[in-house]
């Protein structure tokens, strides 16, 4: 049962190291310095010579051997032979293991002097060994020789730290005894992973080479460094006994001499020698792995959970059949399907904390990033007071504008609405990317192991997304032409912003009139100067002041050029009319009266809270300048273009019987010529200083403008979320799994959407005969233990 343990350990060994396997099994590890004769120790338990030899580092890479005892045969020729791992090969010439180790090791370790922690298995059988696993590791250097690594003792301390730190690892130590045992490197090591020596075994080389006088025996019998395993001397053979091919049986014989006949060691020889060291190694490795057994079937029961785990997540192979493929088929895709609507509604099992995902993009989207770019739209980007200035007069024709033409307000804000579209359709390219990033998110490890049918369920969902990105991008952009298309100025919100511009008072300017009203006399007189005359008469046009109040307001509308000209319609009237000097004296003081009325009345209607009609009333008066004092008729007349192309100088006045119609009829060619210059010019300077009109004009559209695009915006902030919301994401989400069905479930699809690929069917294959492995290795050793207790 015993020789079973150690067959059983070294079957799992070659699986495991073949598989893959994780479970650590019972072995014997060599330990030692370099030239400690670690190497002819391994030699002599074998019985033969097959090792590498050598100067400096020879073994570079864990040589893993193991002794099988095999029962002598008169029919077999070779009843000893050697088979390794990587090669299917029967070595019966020992020598060719030496080059078959070196050949394997250049292969992988390279020509130089680096090492490889990758271990080299062999095995050996014959008559003449016990059952039995070494593991020869290189031996533990200083400083680095010849062309060797820098970090050479490094590299080896750290593969020898891995084998035996493992607490199923007996540790045999090799010192050579002509060395003070406190420089030893090996016990060193073990006392570190060991520090109590339950694991350790002492192995003494070179007792022949001590210097005379000197022994080993308190290091033999455990009073210098005490081990629970001992210590064990062996001799060696010499280098000139290896260049001479000394046969190894006269070099056991004459180590069993040794011992009998030195006079320290002559009583304790039956402790020591080969013969005795490999039968104690075989029966301390049988040993452990009887303690170690329990243990290794719990490691196994927890191994072959795992590994039926793994094996889980691949899938069984057999439920790929014909038969099954369409059920599986559709569980596909409807887990993909609830993946990616759970996504986006926030309902996924794997939320991060790290960074949004899936539908908090969308309203980061909706509502940072799209409310963001609206925000930092200008509402009046791009409008000069120049082209509100041309529109309006596009806007009105041939004649004046008495009040800001609404064509002009249309004509302007229509653009600026135009500025929305762009936020808005990037909007919903944004959100369609979001979708398509969810898409590719969306998978499991059991949807990765078919490549093909993942990848035809992300094409099926994006083909549906850009199906619904045109229909949801026209809608959009249908929104802002439907804002465009009306300009509803009865908005409720749009009045209040209105009227609150409204009663904005304009800035009160101070115009100096610089008209000269001259009496019959040739006496200049002021123009708001009134006699007793002129009270009475003013008494008589507003005995209550309502009446007053009516002919401010109509003269606050004088300010346009259509009042302008019936002033100047009725002063040459009046004149042509006086046929007498006290007439033509009386009609001068009545229009000096009703200049005074005007001026007097002008500035009480443009109090606020003076007149009834309040809000309405300063609003009437910002555009007819009830704020300000206009200029004269006089004024005018001298400014306007239908007058003579004569300048006149400072101080000339017109007749009083001078018309303006005869007035152009002698200039008449020299008035056109500068009339067509005066049009050519005036459209294309967009730096020409504007009037108070103008500028009041433009104030006023701009704020309206700025209070419609606001109206405007909001709208669109609110409708193009839940235009795409509706047509593309809901849509979507309502529809991908019906698309999906329709699309990929079709028999004739199966076989191509669940083909696997070839690395991952070869991994299933490997776990699988792990998982195997494991299984019989559990029910041997369950029998192994049943045997033991029986």
Known sequence: MDGDLIKLVNKLQDTFSNLGGELDMPQLAVVGSQSAGKSSVLENIVGRDFLPRG?????????????????????????????FLHVDKRFTDFKEVRREIESETFRVAGQNKGISKLPIHLRIYSPNVLDLTLVDLPGLTKIPVGDQPSDIERQIRNLVMDYISKPNCVILSVSAANVDLANSDSLKLARSVDPQGRRTIGVLTKLDLMDAGTNAVDILSGRVYPLKLGFIGVVNRSQQDINAELDMTAALDRETEFFRNHAAYRNISHRNGTKFLAKTLNQVLMNHIRDKLPDMKARLNTLMGQTQQELDSFGDAALFGPQHQGSLVLKLMTQFARDFVSSIEGTSLEISTKELSGGARIYYIFNDVFGHALESIDSTSGLSSHDIRTAIRNSTGPRPSLFVPEAAFDLLVKPQIKLLESPSLRCVEMVYEELVKICHNCTNAELQRFPRLHAQLIETVSELLRERLGPTSEYTKSLIEIQAAYINTNHPSFVTASTAVAKEPPPRKQITVVESNLSPSGVDTP???????????SDQLTPNGGASHSSASREGRSVSSTLHDRAREKHSTSSTLSTGSHRHHHS????????????AAAPQSAVPGSSPMGARDSFLNMFFGGHQSEPTPSVVRSSSPFRSGKSRKSGDLAEPGESRIGGMEGNAAFDM???????????????????????????????????????????????????IMHFLVNHTSEHVQNRLVSTLYKPDLFAGLLHED????????????????????????SEVTLKSTS
């Not at 020879?58 to 029919?75: E, G």
């Not at 049009?679 to 009041?696: C, G, H």
């Open 55 to 83: 100067q400096g580092i020879v073994t570079r890479r864990p040589l893993v051997l193991q002794l099988i005892h095999t029962p002598a045969s008169p029919s077999d020729t070779y009843t000893e032979y050697a088979q």
């Open 588 to 599: 001068s003081r009545s229009e000096r009266r009703s200049a005074a009325s005007a001026a």
């Open 527 to 537: 123009v708001n100067g009134v006699d007793e005359d002129d009270d009475n008469s």
């Open 673 to 723: 010529k500068s009339l067509g210059k005066h049009i050519d010019m005036t459209p294309s300077d967009p730096t020409a200083t504007l009037s108070n009109r103008e500028e009041m004009e433009a104030t006023l559209i701009r704020n309206l403008i700025a209070s419609y695009f606001s109206i405007v915006r909001q709208s669109i902030q609110d409708l193009v979320p839940k235009a």
């Open 758 to 781: 070839d690395a991952l069917v070869n991994e299933r294959a490997r776990v699988k005969s792990l998982l195997d492995a494991y299984k019989e290795a559990f029910r041997t050793l």
